[in-house]
């Protein structure tokens, strides 16, 4: 294994200094490993905070900033946040108008996050949770009952962040992020393992004729095993899969992401992106905007997912909301 790190127990404690050393406009608490807005929190404006396991940079920590998330809480590489760590996020934002949990479904991710909701209510903060479960690959994987939570949580985040940062309530914070995750689908495909640090070696064994077709986020098994194919075929059967989940009629509109995760480059990303805009061309379905490049990665796993979001006008003007976070920018 050659990565640029220390010690392997050390990666994420040292990665989120150098985050507070990179971007002033976060509050890196290294004792709670999370990272918070430096103007949180603000009285009577609903809270936004996500989490996980680290390794998906820029999710959660580089999506934390004025338009989007006001905390994240980072576990260790592909380990879910403990819930001290959330309720601390919780607390470091709770600006007296509630809090909204996003919370990628994820067995230890799920409990996590309900374990320091109840705990912030006991101590009078009104929390909601809205569930990402965009995954349209496997009904059940390694760690999760139901879908996965996987690209679209990116896009709960814009959206629902910015309707917070217009003043809107906690519910309807909530309600919005709920909308986007149920008109959202995605779909991802592995041409390599990723490699842990602690592991040191690739988490499972992909020969190099083949390829992992439905893969999650964190390297764990997808749908099926297939010999490699041309990416047009790879973005048909990405596309093909989702709309088959996620029905979108001639005249919709959707907002698009090709998504890298993490060793793919950004030629092969484009190049695949072009085959996504035609398929859904070809289908009637209008692109309004779109994402290509590294936002929800899987370490160095070479591979692309695509994620399609079912856009209506609120959802679309609330995209084009402003938004300054390390990881997404515009209009601010």
């Not at 050393?21 to 929190?41: K, W, Y």
């Not at 004025?66 to 576990?75: I, V, Y």
């Not at 592909?78 to 994820?106: E, M």
Request: hydrophobic content about 45%; glycine content about 12%; overall charge negative.
């Amino acid at each position: 294994m050659k990565k640029f790190i220390n010690a392997p127990d050390d990666v994420v404690r040292e990665a989120l200094a150098g985050v507070a050393a990179a971007h002033s406009g976060l509050r890196v608490d290294l004792e709670n490993q999370i990272v918070v807005r430096t103007d949180a929190p603000r009285s009577g404006k609903v809270g936004l905070i996500s989490g996980g396991g680290s390794g998906h940079e820029p999710l959660h920590g580089g999506f934390v900033g004025a338009g989007m998330l006001d905390a994240a809480a980072p576990g260790e590489v592909f380990t879910s946040p403990v819930p001290d760590q959330i309720l601390a996020a919780t607390k470091a934002v709770d600006g007296g108008a509630g809090v909204v949990h996003i919370v990628k479904n994820y067995t230890g991710d799920v409990m996590n996050f309900q374990m320091a909701a109840e705990l912030a209510g006991d101590d009078g903060v009104t929390v909601e949770t809205v569930l990402v479960d965009d995954d349209v690959a496997v009904e059940d994987s390694t760690w999760t009952a139901g879908r996965r939570g996987t690209g679209a949580t990116l896009f709960v985040e814009k959206i629902a962040g910015a309707l917070a940062e217009e003043g809107g309530s906690v519910q309807d914070v909530a309600a919005i992020g709920r909308r986007v995750n149920e008109a959202s689908g995605s779909f991802a495909v592995a041409l390599t393992a990723c490699t842990t640090p602690a592991a040191g070696k690739p988490g499972f064994d992909l020969p190099e004729d083949e390829m992992e077709v439905g893969v999650g986020i964190h390297g764990e098994p997808g749908r099926r095993r297939e010999k490699l194919q041309p990416a047009k075929q790879i973005a048909a059967t990405a596309v093909e899969s989702i709309l088959a989940a996620k029905p979108m009629e001639r005249g919709d509109r959707a907002i698009v992401m090709v998504n890298g995760l993490g060793g793919t480059p950004l030629i092969e990303l484009y190049l695949l992106y072009g085959h996504v805009s035609a398929l859904l061309d070809e289908a009637g379905v209008q692109i309004v905007h779109n994402l290509v490049g590294n936002y929800v990665t899987s370490l160095d796993m070479a591979g692309m997912s695509v994620t399609i979001l079912k856009a209506d006008d609120e959802m679309i003007r609330l995209w084009e909301a402003p938004v300054n976070t390390p990881g997404l920018r515009w209009g601010a």
